[in-house]
């Protein structure tokens, strides 16, 4: 079964801090995709990352850095010197070579709240 | 440069009630996936299609959901006898690609959220 969990159901940090939003995900699929999402209040999902099972460099991208351990099934999202904008709601999800990569599991997400 | 669309952004139903809702995907997008998503929680997976031809709805919680892309661009998600616990959000998205060989990024609208009185 494909899972992905979001422990860490709200942040709440200052801005300029660096935050750090984990991601546990289960799966049988040898080649699967991990993805990160973020929802702001407007409601949509706008795509940050898209990373293959098979390619465990990290990867930044300006202030956000992603890092992917397969031997912890992990996925974490780091944002730094994090920013009032930033302030939003991020999934990580998984899509899996058993359902042809046309299905994505979502986490329960994490609340970034970003203080000015 | 159009993103993803859908209508309405926002519908109240009376239980009972038979509900429509509209999805316009990027043009170009090939593949079309609507999702659940309740307060507080993760989109949910409802059904795919691939141009006009539905792939999988393995999703859809009852035979009162419905989905169809007659000719492979807009797509409708119907609900019949909306029941309370249908009220969430309804996301649809699309992406370019066909999958099977890979995962392609899934545009996402703005979604729909109905309540179901």
């Known amino acids: 079964a494909q899972k992905v969990t979001q422990a860490q159901t709200e942040i709440s940090v200052v801005e300029k801090e660096d935050v750090t939003l984990d991601c546990v995900y289960e799966?049988?699929?040898?080649?699967?995709?991990l993805f990160w999402y973020k929802q702001p209040p407007s409601g949509e999902l706008v795509f940050l990352i898209r990373?293959?099972?098979?390619?465990?460099q990290n990867e930044i991208s300006g202030r956000y850095s992603w890092n992917f351990q397969k031997s912890t099934s992990s996925f974490n999202f780091t944002i730094t010197a994090s920013q009032v904008v930033d302030s939003a709601v991020y999934f990580c999800?998984?899509?899996?070579?058993?359902?042809?990569?046309?299905?994505?599991?979502f986490g329960s997400g994490t609340k970034l709240n970003v203080k000015p | 440069g159009a993103g993803v669309s859908q209508s309405p952004r926002y519908k109240v139903a009376k239980r009972g009630q038979d509900v429509a809702l509209r999805c316009d995907p990027i043009?170009?997008?090939?593949?079309l996936f609507w999702y659940q998503q309740a307060l507080g929680q993760g989109p949910e997976f409802l059904t795919y299609?691939?141009?006009?031809?539905?792939?999988?709805k393995s999703g859809l919680p009852s035979d009162r959901f419905f989905a169809e892309r007659p000719e492979g661009s807009v797509s409708t998600l119907k609900i019949q006898r909306t029941q309370q616990e249908d009220s969430a959000v309804y996301l649809c998205?699309?992406?370019f690609g066909l999958g099977y060989r890979d995962a392609n990024e899934q545009f996402f609208g703005p979604g729909t959220r109905l309540t179901v009185l």
């Open positions: 998205a699309s992406s």
């Open positions: 799966t049988r699929d040898t080649t699967y995709y």
């Open positions: 990373r293959n099972s098979f390619d465990e």
């Open positions: 999800a998984l899509s899996g070579v058993v359902d042809n990569f046309n299905k994505f599991y």
């Open positions: 043009s170009g997008h090939v593949s």
């Open positions: 299609f691939q141009n006009e031809a539905q792939l999988d």
